[in-house]
């Protein structure tokens, strides 16, 4: 591995880390808003133990997601310093725009959503953790149209003096395609693992045997909540597919490991290849389905679709030299794993609400072991969508435009970037496990008592575990 | 030759002086309630009154800081790009420190133990030092300049970074932020504690006075012939010294005028830098003027219309939170039992 390996290496490292946090903060955000809506309009303190109840993973989520998103934004200037001089015209804006419009939002309206429970008037103190949600979203379209930017620049010249590139118009990069696309798809998946958190952590309780009334209230949000988010990311994610084609049709094809053009395309179920970059086409053994590709690609039985030697070889002409296409069996797998996810969840929350229909939810255990799962299908799928797209756009780091090889630091060397990725996995890994086990932790104590019930005289509200309210 | 910067360009010099500035005042002072952590408490509901009173806000306060590194970022690439991997090993050290100062907070009281709690509060006093110290040494080196050659690229190791000048640089901001941190904790609470924050202003304070001092002597004679850095200067040093008497004025005259200093100290790193982004000590030459390391004039026109828009609006709901929270924390808030739910219901007789 090489210096610009490791600067990559790293990169990924802390961005995959950081989006564990920012999906869960951003859905639990909105559903400790809808709980707490509910309260205040229903005066049902049901809602209110489900706000409290939830509102402590969202704040150890979010703790988490805060602190590492710093490294997020001061990392592009320490290992990519040549990116940042290239892009800093474009790249900039959108990001300097999240943290004045989104971050000081969020920010601010947290610590008053904390420490403003009894203090501010209710209303004031809901609009709060509504700001919380709405800055979390505006923060996630920011950076959205940042790397969609990335995926497919727009409204930019390239400037002959410097040799970067500038802006010309802000709309263009604001209401770029991609990122109309992308943020909804993002952002309903960030909703699903919100969702899906709030189902396994509830299931987790059934299983332990606590039959709290604010579970029961939390799953049967959860769940139609979860399926609406899941689905609605998927017809966007399919979307995105299709403008893929046409944006970055190498990344369609390394998806699909379509080596070559043809009318008529079979559709890979499973496939092995040598991991090489490019396997194509004697190294790769596909189990695949006759056309389907072409139904679902093209919504025709003998549709074209391009493959990545024809592809490599158009691209060739309009870049010169050099090989663009990304690593095929990443592309491959992550696309599926991503895709494998969601119909996983898709089918939790789906199976969850046929059983309460019929009144079945709370005894199966059956679906409450599956629900379980609801831990880690969302940060894989989140990971996988990650990785595909970022991996997908390689050689370049802005397509067409700016490669990977040429935007790392030239003064940056191998020992640093080993020394400061060793120090992010080490914190990391505590910040990890701290907050995972502080999860647990809340997860089995579950929410406070219903009123009136036996175990309420054992564990008054101001028992020692009240240390361990929202406010530190 | 670069032209000289123009209006846009100097508009954001400015304005990324003004967040520099937001941001030592507002994250210094909780730099220095987080050392005061464990320089203060003699008890856990000492510990807490002192997390509380910077609890609400830390988080917002340290957003001056992304949005800082925002605005270079999309102002100024060529200075973001310079700055940030040439003090890459620094900028790490800076950035674990907040990231552990900032899980602290969270950390600390979800789990009840004696063991628990003391490791979470040296965490928070040791990384609020060594941020408060690191910003120090940041800005120094900034002034002083850095060895850097064609393409503004710097080649510095960090012990390059730890000359002393940087030092004194960092021992000014290590103190002062200290002392700001005890004004401000004493203007915000009472009783016991709010006597020993006082008395650990009156013992810190001198010696932060001195720090400055002595740092702007140092900046005045490296900058030598220049006006504006002379005058700046000069004013820091009679502000600084003017700290230890101001306590008679009253607490909010103190800290008053410690975010006054603080306030000075960064226009005049910014007075000094002026009209480079970072300067080179290899060469005259190798200067990244503000010129060469800026956006074009479409993207500045198009970030000052957004901060004209949001900036206030920031301001408006970050005082506010200020505001809301504006009460004084007594111990005998935090006796019976430890909720702050609980608290506020008792004081304020809102409902939760």
Partial sequence: MNTLDFARLQFAVTTLFHFIFVPMSIG????????????????????????????????????????????????????????????????GAPLAMEGLIAFFMESTFVGLWIFGWGRLPRKWHLASIWLVAIGTVLSAYFILAANSWMQHPVGYEINHATGHAQLTNIFSVLFNSTVLLAFPHTILGAFTTGGMLVVAVSAFLWLRGNRNA????????????????????????????????????????????????????????????????????????????????????????GGNIRGIDQIQAAERKQFGPGNYVPPVGVEYWSFRLMIGAGVLMMVISLGGIWLERRRRLEVSRRFQRLALLGLVLPILANWTGWIFTEVGRQPWVVFGLLKTSQANSPNVGTGDIVFTLAGYIVLYGVLIAIGAWLMLKEAKHGPEPDPGDQGAGEQPPNAPHSELVLAY | ???????????????????????????????????????????????????????????????????????????????????????????????????????????????????????????????????????????????????????????????????????????????????????????????????????????????????????????????????????????????????????????GVAFALTSAVITLLTVTFFVTLYPNALPSTTGRAFDLTL??????????????????????????????????????????????????????????????
């Avoid at chain 1, 809808?34 to 989520?61: H, M, N, P, V």
């Avoid at chain 2, 790009?81 to 552990?100: D, E, H, K, R, T």
């Avoid at chain 2, 026109?301 to 609006?313: A, G, W």
């Fill in chain 2, 1 to 251: 030759m670069h032209p000289d910067p123009t209006f846009l360009q100097v508009l954001w010099f400015v304005l990324i002086g003004v967040l520099w500035a937001g941001y030592f005042i507002l994250e210094g002072f909780d730099f220095g309630v987080g050392m005061l952590v464990k320089l203060l408490a003699r008890d856990r509901v000492d510990t807490r009154m002192i997390i509380h009173t910077i609890g609400p806000v830390w988080d917002g306060n340290e957003v001056w800081l992304l949005v800082a590194g925002g605005a270079t970022f999309a102002a100024f690439p060529g200075w973001y790009a310079a700055a940030f991997s040439g003090f890459y090993l620094a900028l790490f050290l800076v950035l674990a420190a907040l990231i552990l100062r900032g899980v602290s907070f969270e950390f600390w009281g979800k789990h009840d133990s004696a063991g628990w709690r003391a490791t979470w509060e040296w965490v928070v006093a040791i990384s609020s030092a060594v941020a408060a110290l690191l910003f120090g040494v940041a800005w120094a080196n900034f002034i002083h300049g850095v060895p850097m050659g064609a393409g503004n690229v710097v080649h510095a190791s960090l012990w390059d970074l730890l000359h002393p000048y940087a030092l004194l640089g960092g021992l000014v901001t290590l103190s002062l932020f200290l002392t700001h941190g005890a004004n401000f904790l004493a203007l915000r609470v009472s009783g016991e504690l709010h006597e020993r924050a006082r008395v650990l202003s009156t013992r810190v304070e001198p010696l932060a006075a001195l720090l400055a001092v002595a740092f702007m002597i140092w900046t005045i004679a490296q900058q030598s012939g220049r006006g504006g850095v002379l005058v700046l200067a000069i004013l820091t040093a009679l502000a600084a010294l003017a700290i230890p008497f101001a306590r008679r004025a009253g607490e």
């Fill in chain 1, 214 to 301: 604010v579970i029961t209230r939390s799953m049967r949000l959860a769940l139609p909540f979860t399926l609406a988010a899941v689905l609605a990311t998927m017809a966007f994610g399919d979307g995105q597919g299709r403008l893929m084609v046409d944006q970055q049709p190498m990344k369609m094809a390394a998806a699909e490991a379509v080596c070559n053009s043809g009318h008529g395309q079979s559709f890979s179920i499973f496939s092995v290849a040598g991991f090489t970059t490019n396997p194509c086409p004697n190294n790769i053994t596909s189990i695949r389905i006759p056309h389907l590709l072409s139904l679902i690609e093209d919504l025709s039985w």
């Fill in chain 1, 28 to 91: 639990l955000a909105l559903f400790v808003a809808i709980c707490q809506t509910r309260w205040y309009l229903s005066g049902d303190e049901t809602w209110l133990r489900a706000t409290r109840f939830w509102g402590k993973f969202l704040l150890i989520s979010m703790a988490i997601g805060v602190v590492t998103g710093i490294v997020q934004e001061f990392q592009f200037g320490m290992n990519w310093s040549l990116y940042s001089r290239y892009v800093g015209d474009i790249f």
């Fill in chain 2, 291 to 352: 010129s060469a390391a800026s956006s074009s004039h479409y993207t500045l026109v198009v970030m000052t219309i957004v901060s004209v828009i949001f900036v206030p609006i920031v301001l408006l709901y970050q005082g506010w939170t200020y505001w809301v929270f504006r009460h004084r924390l007594g111990r005998d808030d935090y006796e019976g039992p430890l909720n702050p739910i609980a608290v506020a219901e008792r004081k304020f007789g809102g409902s939760a």
